[in-house]
């Protein structure tokens, strides 16, 4: 990543960690690599669902059921709380699961199942079944998310890898990165 940056070449680091905020992780992996790392040469599948939510349901209602350092990615957004989203009169644009740990529990994914079922788009910010923590091997939120595709009969739009939106929003950001440098990479 050194050398690219010196040789000026743009890049991104794409992640499916969907806990933190993109300043927060670079933040850690600063600290863990011992040099900087920038937040905008990150995406996650969190800045990745914000960013497709951004696109595609802008002003709309969203329930984001995520980690509150990840929620910082849909700032400027209009996410409702589950609360607010729970009401056959409250239907969102869109629901999004992700890391959101004991918000995930049963009611707030039946008022997710229940959006979605009335109409609200699906977004799931990655399919990951498991992951390995102190821990050790711990269920993730795509265990939940492939619950509720079945419960659903129809599949979420995944927005982190390895699908096409985490990929396009790489893209768009750094062909704004080439843009900003007047094309001269």
């Keep these: 990543l050194a050398m690219l940056e010196?040789?000026?070449?743009?890049?991104?680091?794409?992640?499916?960690?969907?806990?933190?905020?993109?300043?927060?992780l670079a933040a850690g992996v600063s600290r863990q690599f011992g040099r900087p790392v920038r937040p905008d040469t990150i995406i996650t599948a969190a800045s990745a669902a914000a960013a497709h939510t951004?696109?595609?349901h802008a002003g709309q209602p969203?329930?984001?059921?995520?980690?509150?350092?990840?929620?910082?990615?849909?700032a400027g957004?209009?996410?409702?709380?589950?609360?607010?989203?729970d009401g056959p009169d409250r239907l969102g644009a869109a629901v999004?699961?992700?890391?959101?740990?004991?918000?995930?529990s049963f009611r707030n994914l039946d008022i997710a199942f229940r959006q979605v079922r009335a109409g609200a788009?699906?977004?799931?910010?990655?399919r990951n079944l498991w992951w390995v923590t102190p821990k050790g091997v711990t269920l993730d939120a795509g265990a939940l998310v492939?619950?509720?595709?079945?419960?659903?009969?129809?599949?979420?739009?995944?927005?982190?890898?390895?699908?096409?939106?985490?990929?396009?929003?790489?893209i768009r950001e750094l062909t704004a990165d080439?843009?900003?440098?007047g094309g001269r990479r």
Aim: glycine share 6%; net charge negative; hydrophobic share 50%.
């Design 96 to 104: 999004v699961i992700g890391d959101a740990g004991d918000d995930l």
């Design 146 to 170: 492939v619950g509720l595709e079945h419960a659903l009969g129809r599949r979420a739009t995944v927005a982190g890898k390895p699908s096409q939106v985490v990929f396009r929003e790489a």
């Design 54 to 56: 951004a696109l595609h």
């Design 62 to 74: 969203l329930l984001v059921l995520a980690s509150p350092d990840a929620l910082r990615e849909w």
């Design 121 to 126: 788009a699906f977004v799931a910010m990655h």
């Design 178 to 181: 080439v843009q900003r440098a």
């Design 6 to 24: 010196a040789a000026g070449v743009p890049y991104r680091v794409v992640t499916n960690y969907s806990l933190a905020h993109r300043t927060t």
């Design 77 to 85: 957004q209009h996410v409702v709380p589950p609360d607010e989203a």
